[in-house]
């Protein structure tokens, strides 16, 4: 079941791409008024989790430093604020704290809570908030040049650590299929994968080294007819691509289209609204 909204509601403390908070008022009145346990096994950003907020959670990402930045803010807020505040928003500080991960025996030293206010740092300073890495997983955005971003986000980290503290929240960082090997009849999965790419030069898969192609839609695809036989209540947002649509087709999955908003994007002409969908295996 979901909480009722209080006035520490949590948020997301970072910028994601493909970031789902745009889009609550399309998504929230589609989610089950009642269900067991809340998976969301490509939490990301967690506009959806924190804006729903269920007693009872399993989140995933397969990007692990993204989940020790949330077992940060579980376990350690105060230490995270104060080594956030340490930082300060110019190049110079920000390609020190980005380069870390170039020498592997520094890197290897930062504590959890080292590592979680890297991410959230470099996430709050870079260009256009985009978490990339290159092939040998180090992150590679360059400098945002924000006049005053905010950093610490103290309230967000309070309020998001009140949550998890008060609630039943698991943190796993695996492979999608086994994030919601757990789920059961009558509990619900929200699943907010890497989008299948528009058109052959739109792609971004690079939260991880690994990337995700339509191997892994149609993997995920099957793994929804299967939770989908087990009685669990599904629903995924994705691409209107008609690779996608042929995935999930009636009257197993009902499609509904919807119009986002893309901010992300090195390029501005590849910003601006753009048809997506939202799949469920309940309602019409």
Not at 16 to 35: E, T
Request: aromatic letters at 10%.
């Amino acid at each position: 079941m979901r909480n009722k909204e209080t006035d520490n509601q949590p948020a997301p403390i970072l910028k994601w791409a493909g970031g789902k908070r745009q889009l609550l008022n399309d998504i929230l009145p589609n989610i089950p008024a009642s269900y067991g346990t809340y998976y969301e096994p490509f939490v990301g950003g967690g506009a959806v989790l924190f804006a729903v907020s269920p007693k009872k959670a399993v989140i995933n990402d397969l990007n692990r430093d993204l989940i020790r930045v949330y077992e940060a803010v579980r376990d350690n807020p105060d230490e995270l604020i104060n080594t956030l505040k340490t930082y300060e928003n110019t190049a110079e500080c920000f390609y020190r704290i980005r380069n870390i991960d170039r020498d592997a025996e520094a890197f290897s030293k930062l504590s959890d809570v080292e590592r979680a206010s890297r991410i959230i740092f470099l996430n709050k300073t870079c260009y256009n908030g985009l978490y990339r890495v290159n092939k040998s997983g180090q992150f590679n955005t360059p400098f945002g040049s924000y006049r005053n971003p905010d950093i610490v986000s103290e309230t967000a980290i309070r309020s998001d650590h009140a949550y998890f503290s008060n609630n039943k929240v698991r943190m796993l960082s695996k492979d999608f299929v086994e994030a919601v090997r757990g789920a059961k009849e009558g509990d619900f999965v929200y699943f907010d994968p890497p989008y299948d790419p528009v058109s052959p030069t739109a792609a971004f898969t690079d939260y991880n080294s690994g990337g995700f192609g339509r191997k892994d839609q149609t993997r995920l695809a099957n793994l929804c007819i299967r939770l989908t036989l087990k009685g669990v209540k599904i629903m995924l947002s994705n691409s209107a691509t008609d690779f996608i649509r042929s995935l999930y087709p009636e009257p197993m999955f009902h499609t509904h289209i919807i119009q986002a908003r893309r901010a992300i994007n090195a390029r501005g002409d590849r910003r601006g609204v753009v048809p997506e969908v939202l799949i469920t295996n309940y309602g019409q």
